[in-house]
Each structure stands twice: as C-alpha cells, then as structure tokens.
C-alpha cells in the first residue's frame, strides 16, 4: 500500500470527508482493519482566503509548496490538494517536490469521460468558475464543455461556500439556491454538474435532485485509494 499526502484544511470541514472516505474505501478494499496509510499537513486557511481575495496567489503557492514537501519528508508516495480553487497553483505546488500530485480535475475529468459526458455544469468558488485553470482542463484534457452559471448564480454559490459551507452551516434556503442554479444550468444543456468544491456536497446530494452530480471530493478521494492499492 503506498501512502497518501493530503493537504488539507481549505476547510477542514471537507478535509475530513477526504479521511473518511479514503479510509472507509481501503477497508471495503482490504476487508478486516485494514486502514489507509496517510500523511496530512492541515494548514490554517484564514491568511489563504485572504491571500485568495487579494489575488496574492504566489503566497498561497508558498504555503502549499511547504506542506507538500512536509508530506514528502513524511514519506508520502504521492499527494492531494483537498480543495478544487487551490489547483490555480498546482503546477507551482507540484515542481517544489519529487512526488507526484494526484490533480483533482484530472481524477474527475476521468470519471466524466468514462460516463461520456460531452457538457457538464460547474459549480465551486468563483475563482475556479470565473478563471481559466480548472475549466479548461477538463475542456483541453478530456473535451468536455464547462458551463458556469451567470453572474449571479456565481456570486451567490461562491458566498454561501465561503460565508457558510467553510464554517460547517448547512441551510435548507442555501440548498434552494443551489439547486435552481443546477436547474438553470440543465436548460443550458448540461448533461451534468461538478461540485467542484469540496464543501459543496456537504449542502447538495444526489437525493436532492436528478440532474447528475459529480462530488469531485468523493471522486478524488477514490481514485487516491486505486492509486494507493496498485
């Protein structure tokens, strides 16, 4: 079993789905007690949102470069940036170490592929709906169209995360918003949506609605426990 690096704490409300799941993947894999190896550095996310908002994205790519090599020193096999708008900084992240990253859009542009998805919607803060490094991943990697919602349905989806989702308040109200934002995308085409948030499936479940959905913490998550178990 190779042991996985996470980064986590951007929020560590979704971090800990990521510790769930990777563990409750490996025993369903391995049967018995078996448990993932894994080693995390958790950072302090209030000096990142702020280096977010004031568009100081080399400081937060120092931040993570330092956890990640914290990770390598542990013995992490390979690594995971437990957030979706982080990866604006992933190649920086990636080159100060030896170790692989396991990049979050890579692992759902995948899962999409496999399901022959050819437009899907995408939901998750607004830099990672407003900017080019996550959707033209997917676009250029695996020829799927991103769709973002207009421009307020982003404002509203980036605020309930960072106001709400971030600090564990989950509201039934929120919920609504997100789901007509989901409906207004489906009109557009989209076969399917990226929670690409990590604390977005915190809020919205499969259960709340028909239009697929791809938890790209769920789908990150499994594909570093295939990873680890080859």
């Not at 209030?46 to 013995?75: D, R, V, Y």
């Not at 979050?104 to 496999?114: F, K, N, T």
């Not at 239009?211 to 295939?226: F, M, R, S």
Request: charged share 20%.
């Amino acid at each position: 079993m190779k042991t996985i690096g996470l980064i986590g704490g951007m929020s560590w409300e979704s971090t800990q789905f990521y510790y769930q799941q990777i563990n409750r993947a490996v025993r369903a894999g391995l049967g018995g007690l078996h448990s993932a190896k894994i080693a995390m550095v958790s950072v302090d996310f209030a000096p990142i949102e702020e280096f977010q908002h004031a568009g100081n994205w080399p400081a937060t790519a120092e931040i993570l470069s330092a956890a990640a090599q914290s990770l390598e020193a542990a013995g992490a096999d390979f690594f995971l940036i437990c957030t979706n708008t982080m990866h604006k900084v992933a190649d920086s992240v990636a080159s100060s170490v030896s170790i692989p990253l396991l990049h979050i859009a890579d692992a759902s542009g995948r899962v999409l592929q496999e399901d022959g998805i050819e437009r899907v919607g995408l939901l998750g803060t607004g830099f990672t709906m407003e900017q080019s490094f996550y959707k033209d991943h997917i676009s250029d990697n695996f020829g799927i169209e991103v769709v973002v919602p207009d421009t307020e349905g982003r404002s509203r989806v980036h605020d309930i995360i960072y106001q709400q989702l971030c600090l564990g308040d989950i509201r039934d109200e929120s919920r609504a918003i997100y789901l007509n934002v989901i409906d207004q995308l489906r009109e557009q085409g989209c076969e399917a949506i990226i929670l690409g948030c990590t604390e977005i499936g915190m809020l919205v479940k499969q259960t709340d609605t028909d239009v697929k959905l791809y938890d790209t913490t769920e789908i990150h998550a499994i594909e570093a426990v295939n990873l680890s178990l080859e």
